[in-house]
């Protein structure tokens, strides 16, 4: 048996009930690295003294891709958070189409996504990449599923991602492409992965329906792991999805479908 990828699990989902320097600290002695959401949420010396590697957290708190007055509030956002990125250690930090406010949801729904946009969403990412490159980190855009969880998201498909990102093309930017994302919104997962693959800066998984563990729902993640492995992809898989019972039992159960 072979583990062919760094697994990280984000710690936002999983232990609910425990604190979040325990839950970073109790995954470093499992083995995996951590995910995190927002960084104000939490007590950073307390994560720092929890011992976790750190795979990706929330890289902005404010503004959008798709406007002048978002893109600039965006690059401020994102430049403070490198600074709280490098302190923790933090291999990547992610983005979204625009900024998300309560349950996910938009903080301003777009219906429409015109050339225009697109235009400045480009524009907006090469100068994250840039500023990623000035301040020695790296970000992510992760696509969001649009039916279920986020609806009004720009930008949100992974062929939209990979659009975006493939058009820039600076090794500082990279997608985090979420398959549980991918399967409800557009399915074919293996082929997205292939396609996605010059540009995977992490892959995220959780099962569907229910965004648990692997084994829980319709994804046969033990075949996408070996298709994974297949391809040539050697990078971190995260498990960004809530424990259906036992959290334990939750995390050997996704360390088992990803080794080989």
Known sequence: MTQPFTLAVCAEMIWRDKPIE?????LAEMGFDVGLW???????????????????????????LADD??????????????????RLGVARLNLHGTGLGEGGLPAQPTEIVTGKMWL???DTL?????????????????NLNLPVDHPGTPFGRAEDTLALVSSVNHSRLRLNL??????????????????CLPWVGEIQVADVPGRCEPGTGE????????ALNDMGYR???????????DPEHALEAFRNAFTL
Not at 126 to 137: D, L, N, P, Q, S
Not at 235 to 245: S, W
């Open 22 to 26: 325990w839950r970073c600290a109790r």
């Open 38 to 64: 927002n960084w104000p949420d939490h007590d950073l010396e307390a994560l720092v003294q929890s011992g976790a590697s750190f795979s990706i957290m929330n890289g902005y708190l404010t503004g959008r």
């Open 69 to 86: 007055e978002g893109a600039t509030e965006l690059l401020r956002s994102a430049r403070e958070t490198a600074q709280i990125g490098k």
């Open 120 to 122: 400045k969403a480009r």
């Open 126 to 142: 090469a100068r994250i990449a840039e500023m990623a490159e000035e301040e020695g980190v790296v970000y992510t855009l992760e």
């Open 178 to 195: 979420d398959l549980y994302h991918v399967q409800i919104g557009e399915g074919n997962l293996i082929e997205t992965c292939k396609s």
């Open 219 to 226: 994804i046969n993640y033990p075949v996408i792991a070996r």
């Open 235 to 245: 990078g971190p898989v995260g498990m960004e999805a809530f424990a259906k019972g």
